[in-house]
C-alpha cells in the first residue's frame, strides 16, 4: 500500500491507545501509531529501552526481548486497526481476544535501543474472527513475523 492511500484522519495519540486496548505497564507494547488505513493497515512503534523489565531476566548478559513479547506487540497492532477501523460499531465496551497465532518466524534478535515497527494488514474477517498477517522490523531487517488472528467481545 502507498502513502497517498493511507487514511488522512488524526492517528492515535498514547491516551488513544489506551482507551482501546485493556493492555497496562508493563504489557502495554505498543507506543504510537505512524500510520492507519481502515480496515487495511497499522503501523505501530514500540521503543525498545533497557529500562523493560524483561531485560534483567532476559538474558543479562546479553538482553533481548524475548520472541513471545514480540509477538504480543504485533497482536496489540492487530487489535488496534480492529478497533479504529469499527470504532464507531464497537463503541468503548469491547475487549479483543488473540486466538491463534500461526507461522510465526523470528529472524534477528531485538536489543535495548531498536526501535520496534510493527505493521499490521487485515486479510479477512469472517463471521467475527479477524485475520492478520503481521511483521516486526527493525530499521530495515525483518525480526518477526506471523499470521495472527483475533476476535472482538463485548467486555
Given at each position: 500500500?502507498?502513502?497517498?492511500t493511507?487514511?488522512?484522519?488524526?492517528?492515535?495519540?498514547?491516551?488513544?491507545?489506551?482507551?482501546n486496548?485493556?493492555?497496562?505497564?508493563?504489557?502495554?507494547?505498543?507506543?504510537?501509531v505512524v500510520a492507519?488505513?481502515?480496515?487495511?493497515?497499522?503501523?505501530?512503534?514500540?521503543n525498545?529501552?533497557i529500562?523493560?523489565?524483561?531485560?534483567?531476566g532476559h538474558?543479562p548478559?546479553?538482553?533481548?526481548?524475548?520472541?513471545?513479547?514480540?509477538?504480543?506487540?504485533?497482536a496489540?497492532?492487530?487489535?488496534?486497526l480492529?478497533f479504529?477501523?469499527?470504532q464507531?460499531?464497537?463503541?468503548?465496551?469491547h475487549?479483543?481476544?488473540l486466538?491463534?497465532?500461526?507461522?510465526?518466524?523470528?529472524?534477528?534478535?531485538?536489543?535495548?535501543?531498536?526501535?520496534?515497527?510493527?505493521?499490521?494488514?487485515?486479510?479477512?474477517?469472517?463471521?467475527?474472527?479477524?485475520?492478520f498477517?503481521?511483521?516486526?522490523?527493525v530499521?530495515?531487517a525483518?525480526?518477526?513475523?506471523a499470521?495472527?488472528?483475533?476476535?472482538?467481545?463485548?467486555?
Amino acid at each position: 500500500m502507498n502513502a497517498s492511500t493511507e487514511t488522512s484522519i488524526a492517528l492515535p495519540d498514547i491516551n488513544d491507545i489506551m482507551r482501546n486496548l485493556p493492555h497496562r505497564y508493563p504489557m502495554l507494547l505498543i507506543d504510537r501509531v505512524v500510520a492507519f488505513s481502515k480496515r487495511e493497515r497499522l503501523v505501530g512503534i514500540k521503543n525498545v529501552t533497557i529500562n523493560e523489565p524483561y531485560f534483567a531476566g532476559h538474558f543479562p548478559q546479553k538482553p533481548v526481548m524475548p520472541g513471545v513479547l514480540i509477538l504480543e506487540s504485533m497482536a496489540q497492532a492487530c487489535g488496534m486497526l480492529a478497533f479504529k477501523s469499527e470504532q464507531e460499531e464497537l463503541g468503548g465496551n469491547h475487549i479483543i481476544y488473540l486466538v491463534a497465532i500461526d507461522k510465526a518466524r523470528f529472524k534477528r534478535p531485538v536489543e535495548p535501543g531498536d526501535q520496534l515497527r510493527l505493521e499490521a494488514s487485515l486479510k479477512r474477517v469472517m463471521r467475527g474472527l479477524w485475520m492478520f498477517q503481521a511483521q516486526a522490523w527493525v530499521g530495515d531487517a525483518l525480526a518477526a513475523e506471523a499470521e495472527i488472528r483475533c476476535t472482538v467481545k463485548e467486555a
